[in-house]
């Protein structure tokens, strides 16, 4: 969860404010505590906070405090409520109407969050692990774990409970098998038996939680008890869910029968590798027992390291790359969904960019390589499964003329290659789900992270990242680190114009920035005013080898040709969501066609679905708006001007998609 940071004046008292979410939600001003009242305007401030400084809509609101049956006066109650929030937490927080809702804006000091001073040291203990550093770990973990009090959302109205408690709650799972993790590679093994014992009790499908207990069982010389406990996981996940163990955890059980070196710490493995300490021979060198070597794979095909650099003035995203990082690096066995993610959204959202940043960031947890590969999925010729399949292969070590010429050897030699390792996957820019079915490793030890315009919804065991538009603050943020913050303190009205006529889209705010860079003699007004004119936007945003307009085409390029015509038609209807019914009036079709159309749109990420009471609505991003607007005129022959064709971005945004 980002931080929900904003212009608002700072904290003048000296007491901090604390606003808690991991236990009862409640406010605490220094000691004092803040009287919230009942169910619903904690609610309200639940909301607010989890939507981490966007604007939340009047409707999404009335549904979480009131389910699918608001009274008659909820306008009137939802606006109480808000601004008993806002009376409560005093000046220094600020709740304000943003039209089609709400948001909470917070200065950058004076306040705290439990659930973002969680997330920031759960992170950063993930990373200490990773890095092989267990001692920092344990304690940034063991910190952010101190900071839950109970149950979270505790005391709101069920249906914000309902949305947002299981997914806090495996977060915090996570993190507790995390810092478990941690204690076992500093030796702890007997004192975590109790307490794994007890977690299982409570939770006795969690296989992470089996493995663990397995694995200090097994350090603590007990290996009957540790077998014992494989076979108490396997007897249960069969009489809850009819299935067998995961793969990981029946591997574990046979590094168990044998005494697998793999089941050591690893420092203790390092101990037991390390040449014993001996009287010194004849000549000053130390007497030393021969072993076999290694296997020589390390020195003559070191595990592949392919991953391009992230962007250095990558911004934003925060939330995004912690649940990623944390699904990657959880402690094995994962679920089916923890291994494969698409990361998907419109053109020019920064996909690529939150995909390596994520990549990067877990490298270390992937020992046997990290493969990247580009599909070209949204160019003229994507790249063929079988070509890909003989590029994984060489990449892993296969040497050319070992590799199979059938598409289904070259297969099932990548799943063998790949069997028992620790392997980190992007697949950047895939068209569709048959572009990456047979790229899927098998194993539950590797991890598969793809991005497409496409949410590859087929696409089996896959969990989903859906980028919208950057906030009006990251996007301020990153026009600034590229533009610079001289040029953009100098005129700071014509850098929030700026930003706000690209939208929160990452490429456009890079174009911008790039453009002002390589004229430093223009005044950024002109570069604003250029950009403002809805005739010149799309002509503007393009630089060198970089243009908003010709990314959109090549996404049009592959839209049903139905689906490009309703397109074409609803960015006729000006800025605001558009229902149906509308939007059929103007195709000549009915409504539920005129939907499917539109839904269509929404799974491709051109518009963004929205609940209304009357039926789901669409609105389309004011850039790709514009690109519509010019398809039309060029398609259709004319532009009709149903509605007022501009508006701000910031001010229409809104979280309640569907």
């Not at 939770?203 to 694995?215: I, K």
């Not at 809850?240 to 710490?265: D, F, I, K, M, N």
């Not at 947890?365 to 580009?374: A, T, V, W």
């Not at 030699?413 to 789900?433: P, Q």
Request: net charge positive; hydrophobic share 40%.
């Amino acid at each position: 969860m980002g931080p929900v940071t904003g212009a608002a004046p700072a904290v003048t008292p000296v007491e901090t404010l604390h606003l808690n979410l991991l236990g009862p939600v409640e406010a605490q001003r220094g000691d004092a505590p803040v009287k919230l009242g009942g169910p619903k305007p904690r609610t309200v401030l639940a909301a607010l906070l989890l939507a981490r400084g966007r604007v939340i809509s009047d409707t999404r609101l009335t549904a979480l405090l009131w389910g699918d049956h608001p009274p008659a006066t909820c306008p009137a109650q939802l606006h109480t409520y808000a601004s008993r929030v806002r009376h409560l937490l005093g000046p220094g927080v600020a709740v304000e109407r943003r039209r089609p809702g709400y948001l909470i804006r917070l200065p950058k000091e004076g306040v705290r969050v439990d659930l973002l001073e969680f997330q920031e040291r759960a992170a950063r203990g993930a990373e200490a692990l990773a890095a092989g550093d267990p001692a920092t770990a344990a304690g940034e973990l063991r910190r952010a774990l101190a900071v839950w009090r109970g149950v979270a959302l505790g005391g709101v109205c069920d249906p914000l409970a309902d949305a947002e408690r299981d997914r806090l709650e495996e977060e915090r799972l996570v993190t507790l098998e995390r810092r478990i993790d941690a204690d076992l590679e500093l030796g702890r093994h007997a004192a975590l038996i109790p307490e794994l014992i007890a977690l299982i009790a409570t939770d006795p499908l969690r296989e992470g939680l089996r493995g663990q207990l397995m694995t200090a069982l097994y350090r603590s010389g007990r290996q009957a008890d540790a077998l014992a406990a494989y076979r108490a996981a396997r007897a249960t996940l069969a009489a809850e869910l009819g299935l067998e163990p995961s793969a990981e955890l029946r591997r574990l059980q046979q590094a168990l029968l044998t005494g697998h070196p793999s089941l050591l710490s690893r420092t203790a493995r390092g101990a037991r590798e390390a040449p014993p300490a001996g009287p010194p021979r004849r000549g000053g060198t130390t007497a030393r027992t021969l072993r076999p070597a290694a296997p020589a794979r390390a020195e003559t095909v070191p595990p592949p390291a392919e991953l391009p650099p992230a962007p250095a003035d990558f911004t934003g995203r925060d939330q995004e790359v912690i649940r990623l990082a944390t699904a990657l690096t959880s402690h094995r066995p994962r679920r089916p969904d923890q291994a494969v993610h698409v990361v998907t959204g419109m053109p020019g959202i920064g996909k690529t960019s939150v995909a390596l940043r994520t990549a990067h960031r877990v490298k270390r947890s992937y020992p046997d390589g990290q493969i990247h590969l580009d599909l070209r999925g949204s160019g003229p010729r994507p790249l063929d499964p079988a070509e890909a399949l003989g590029e994984l292969l060489r990449l892993v070590g296969v040497a050319p003329h070992r590799i199979p010429a059938a598409p289904d050897d070259r297969a099932r030699a990548w799943r063998t290659r790949t069997a028992a390792g620790r392997l980190l996957l992007v697949l950047d820019d895939a068209a569709d789900e048959r572009a990456v079915r047979p790229l899927l490793p098998v194993t539950d030890g590797c991890a598969v992270l793809i991005t497409s315009r496409s949410g590859l919804y087929a696409l089996e065991g896959a969990s989903r990242t859906v980028l919208g538009p950057l906030t009006p603050t990251e996007s301020r943020a990153l026009f600034t680190r590229l533009a610079g913050t001289s040029l953009t303190d100098s005129e700071p009205a014509a850098a929030s114009a700026v930003v706000d006529a690209c939208g929160g889209l990452p490429l456009a705010l890079r174009i911008a920035g790039a453009k002002v860079m390589a004229r430093p003699h223009w005044p950024l007004s002109r570069y604003a005013d250029r950009l403002g004119d809805p005739d010149r936007t799309l002509a503007e945003l393009a630089v060198a080898d970089l243009s908003v307009r010709d990314r959109l085409m090549e996404a049009y390029g592959r839209l049903a040709p139905p689906v490009r015509r309703a397109l074409r038609f609803h960015s006729a209807l000006g800025p605001h969501p558009v229902e149906p019914g509308t939007v059929a009036r103007l195709l000549g079709t009915g409504p539920e066609e005129a939907d499917e159309l539109l839904a269509d749109l929404a799974a491709a990420h051109w518009a963004e679905a929205l609940r209304h009471p009357g039926g789901p609505a669409y609105r389309l991003h004011p850039l790709v708006r514009l690109f519509a607007q010019g398809m039309l005129a060029a398609e259709e022959g004319s532009v009709p001007r149903v509605l007022p064709q501009h508006a701000s971005w910031a001010t229409t945004r809104t979280d309640n998609t569907a």
